[in-house]
């Protein structure tokens, strides 16, 4: 069986698996990303990955905008010591192996066009939602490079005039209100994944704060779809495993908010392969 070493640098966690063409995945690791600078953080992954073998290439999906060949990851405040830096001949130099880069919003819209719920889709949306809040297209079965590689920064559609800044400097964007750290900040400092369980075991408050995110989630969506014409919207990402806590409001919000014409015909859906889809779309590339 082909295999590829699938990297996914986010901006808290930097996860890598062994992962197959049909999107099956084994042994599982993460690693911190936050670091002082590029050395120890490499340093830290490396170390990771010497302990996987039997893969014919590493596929790296990273958050924030990555260059035009494919080389580097050039903006992203949550990680900027790590812009600019040449990561794929970090890693084909390291371990001689074909390297490909991508941004993750793109990584994680073709994971799930091809395994997920995109599946057979026309216009496929991909939102990934965790540090930060990030999208990638499919139209007729090509990734959508509009700006910077990819869709551009529709993570930063504005949904709350005015609200919360952003690290990008950004007031009231989906990044500032919806992102791991705005849910966390209307849950009291409670982490997304403790919110997430408290929600499973009924606790009303935790789930009325995925609610919140929920809703301005869809307002998001709502202005996204008259511009982009999605028929699919997949929510991936950390946030997301709070399943239909976020996205049963999302789809109301949506509903209320979008004329027939522009919302009628659009699925908005969990990501079939929820937080794993970044990973295994990393991957991809290498089969094809």
Request: aromatic share 8%.
């Amino acid at each position: 069986m082909r295999r590829a070493l699938a990297i996914d640098i986010g901006g808290r966690t930097t996860k890598l698996a062994l992962v197959s063409a049909d999107g099956a995945m084994e042994s599982v690791t993460s690693v911190p990303t936050p670091a002082p600078a590029v050395e120890p953080f490499l340093e830290r992954v490396f170390a990771a990955a010497a302990g996987f073998s039997g893969f014919e290439g590493i596929g790296i999906s990273v958050a924030g905008f990555v260059n035009d060949d494919r080389t580097a990851m050039f903006y992203n405040p949550n990680i900027s010591w790590l812009e600019g830096f040449a990561l794929k001949q970090a890693f084909e130099q390291r371990f001689g192996a074909r390297t490909v880069l991508d941004a993750d919003s793109n990584a994680a819209a073709l994971a799930e066009y091809r395994l997920g719920v995109g599946r057979g889709a026309r216009r496929f949306l991909s939102l990934v939602i965790g540090t930060g809040v990030g999208g990638g297209m499919i139209i007729d079965g090509e990734l959508a490079r509009i700006a910077h590689g990819g869709l551009g920064d529709i993570g930063h559609v504005i949904v709350n005039p005015f609200g919360r800044a952003c690290d990008s400097g950004c007031r009231g964007c989906a990044e500032a209100e919806i992102s791991a750290g705005a849910i966390e900040a209307r849950g009291r400092g409670i982490s997304v994944r403790e919110l997430i369980e408290r929600a499973n075991a009924g606790d009303c408050e935790a789930a009325s704060v995925f609610a919140e995110a929920g809703q301005l989630l869809g307002v998001a969506i709502a202005s996204q779809a008259v511009i982009l014409f999605p028929d699919v919207v997949a929510v991936a990402g950390g946030v997301a495993e709070a399943g239909e806590f976020l996205i049963a409001p999302a789809r109301d919000a949506f509903r209320e908010l979008t004329g027939p014409f522009y919302g009628d015909h659009v699925n908005i859906a969990k990501a079939e392969l929820g937080w794993q889809a970044p990973l295994v779309g990393a991957a991809l590339p290498l089969f094809a």
